[in-house]
């Protein structure tokens, strides 16, 4: 699989304020796929992009497909403490290629 | 069943044991998946089962680890002589197939404690 580079490892906010993470690549990706963990559980799906320049909305959530298709990113507005956890973006090609993940820490 | 099941949830072995993880994927799907997680790293990829057979076995380790997969369903994943660096949570993913854009479902994982 393709190498997907997230940054950054660890972001702390305030709860209310924005978060980005961004997932990056130097070559083409067919999609991009972000999950989410929760601390002690599992990643769990979120969203596929497929198209250049694609932007998808869920709730708080907006995520990004590049128009190369070489990077991504998820912004989350007005973060929550149920935000807590590590977003994965993936190449989701027959066996997906997980980036090392952001971990999101959400100060009350 | 409902969701990829896996058990044991917890291990604890001693040092230089064998251990066998099981995982049972969602029904009807077809591709299995095993991932390694070490602590506050990333998922690192093991092996991957299209059916009954492994395609790639790239991300094993070492020859130490191996993995079955039988009747197109439950996979085991045995790690043989375990060391302190196997410590890590193992999760088990499936999906319906094995093209582009497959949404994998996880398992809540098997967290493998070598002592």
């Known amino acids: 699989g393709q190498q997907v580079m997230q940054i950054p490892q660890y972001q702390h906010v305030q709860e209310g304020e924005d978060f980005t993470t961004y997932c990056n690549s130097s070559?083409?990706?067919?999609?991009i796929q972000w999950y989410k963990q929760r601390p002690g559980g599992h990643p769990v799906f979120l969203i596929q992009l497929v198209k250049s320049g694609e932007v998808k909305k869920q709730k708080r959530l907006t995520f990004q497909f590049g128009e190369a298709k070489k990077n991504s990113s998820l912004h989350i507005t007005a973060t929550q403490t149920t935000d807590v956890g590590t977003y994965f973006c993936a190449e989701g090609s027959y066996i997906p290629t997980f980036g090392r993940g952001t971990s999101l820490i959400v100060h009350p | 069943g409902a969701g990829v099941s896996q058990s044991p949830s917890n291990k604890v072995t001693e040092k230089g044991k064998d251990v066998e993880l099981r995982c049972d994927p969602i029904?009807?799907?077809?591709?299995l998946y095993w991932y390694r997680q070490s602590l506050g790293q990333g998922l690192e990829f093991l092996i991957y089962f299209q059916g009954n057979s492994a395609p790639d076995k790239s991300g094993l380790p070492s020859d130490r680890f191996s993995a079955e997969r039988t009747g197109g369903s439950v996979s085991t994943l045995t790690i043989q002589r375990t060391q302190q660096e196997d410590s890590a949570v193992y999760l088990c993913?499936?999906?319906?197939?094995?093209?582009?854009?497959?949404?994998?479902?996880f398992g809540e994982g098997s967290w493998l404690t070598v002592v």
């Open positions: 070559t083409t990706l067919s999609n």
């Open positions: 993913a499936s999906s319906l197939g094995s093209s582009f854009g497959n949404t994998i479902y």
């Open positions: 029904s009807g799907h077809t591709a």
